[in-house]
């Protein structure tokens, strides 16, 4: 499925070619399974950060069975079910990508269920664990919690014994309350803010934030005094208009500045899934190996639960990223090929 320039949800193409072959330390997966994100909403209006030039293959991960191995790749690779983080590219029935990003995929666990958990997953695990740290009995505050991001972080943070109170619309609050989620509305900010002071009076101990804009004054001001704002996305700015650089480097500006200040030990930081892919590639494939094959685990042994939003063929992308973009989504919208 091909984004040919800035086009509506349905702008979508289907393109035919061969298939590819796997060179030295490739491996060819068959696709099973991807996954419509919030990323491919920026990258069909130009407005996310880095995306490749026009025409180009979204897809932000996919899971599938390796069916070709290029020279030097371990051929017990093939027939494995393997999950990975693409960023674009996944929209696809077949895709050639480098063995050692690959991560199996636990037995018992189909490629829908897995999918909810590639992008969303590492992002959920890497917001918790490795950004806000966070320990038994503390309180946070998840903005999105129906997304698909959200879903996993609040399961990951009740998992890890952490109180959670996710903004959502009131739609989701039934399900994210059986989550073990308290549940605010987003609608109105003076609202929200009431609403959490009302349940953590002493403030939470971290706030995840996508939102960005005066939603992340809001988060700084109700963390308690140590606590961690883990901002990772600016979701207000997606359908705007302008520049989104300068918006960035304000808010890299903004975060830094509240953690230099007398502020009682609070700390603002940016998360982001791919940092130190190039700088630290190594590590950075040991760290998405370990974080993901950690999240697939809690997945097969029944800690997590896959939120699967909705399902639809491939080829009816368009429709999948109407749904995505309406605003009533619980969970991820999964694409199988
Ligand atoms: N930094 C990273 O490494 C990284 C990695 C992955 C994802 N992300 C970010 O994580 C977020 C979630 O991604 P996803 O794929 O899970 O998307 P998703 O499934 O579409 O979920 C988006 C969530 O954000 C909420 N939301 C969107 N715009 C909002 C607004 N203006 N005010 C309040 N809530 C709003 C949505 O609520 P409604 O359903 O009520 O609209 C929904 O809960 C996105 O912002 C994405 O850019 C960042």
Do not use: C
Request: proline letters at 6%.
């Amino acid at each position: 499925m091909v984004l040919p320039g800035l086009v509506e949800p349905d702008g979508l193409i289907v393109r035919r070619r061969p298939i590819p072959t796997a060179a030295a330390g490739q491996a060819l997966i068959r696709v099973e399974a991807s996954g419509v994100s919030f990323a491919e909403q920026g990258m069909r209006r130009g407005r996310y950060p880095g995306q490749p030039k026009f025409p180009f293959v979204p897809g932000y991960d996919l899971v599938g069975t390796v069916a070709a191995v290029g020279p030097g790749v371990d051929a017990a690779l093939l027939g494995t079910r393997v999950a990975a983080l693409t960023k674009t590219g996944g929209w696809t029935s077949h895709a050639v990508l480098a063995a050692n990003t690959l991560v199996p995929v636990p037995a018992g666990v189909g490629p829908a269920e897995a999918e909810t958990v590639v992008v969303n997953g590492l992002t959920a695990w890497g917001l918790l664990h490795r950004k806000a740290r966070v320990r038994r009995g503390q309180t946070v505050l998840v903005h999105g919690a129906n997304g698909g991001v959200g879903t996993v972080l609040v399961q990951l943070a009740r998992h890890a014994g952490v109180r959670v109170i996710g903004a959502a619309s009131p739609r989701h609050h039934d399900a994210l309350r059986a989550l073990g989620v308290e549940p605010v509305d987003y609608a109105d900010p003076d609202a929200l803010v009431a609403r959490v002071r009302e349940l953590a009076p002493g403030g939470v101990d971290a706030v995840f934030d996508n939102i960005g804009g005066a939603t992340l004054h809001r988060s700084w001001q109700l963390l308690a005094p140590g606590g961690t704002l883990v901002s990772y996305a600016i979701a207000s700015a997606t359908k705007g208009t302008g520049a989104l650089a300068p918006r960035f480097i304000a808010l890299l500006a903004r975060l830094a500045a509240w953690t230099m200040l007398p502020n009682k030990g609070r700390r603002a930081t940016f998360y982001h899934v791919w940092s130190g892919h190039r700088m630290h590639a190594a590590r950075f494939r040991a760290h998405l190996r370990q974080d993901l094959s950690t999240v697939l685990g809690l997945l097969a042994d029944g800690t997590l639960t896959a939120e699967i939003g909705a399902r639809f063929p491939l080829a009816e992308v368009g429709a999948a990223m109407r749904l995505a973009e309406s605003h009533t989504v619980r969970g991820k919208v999964v694409l199988l090929p």
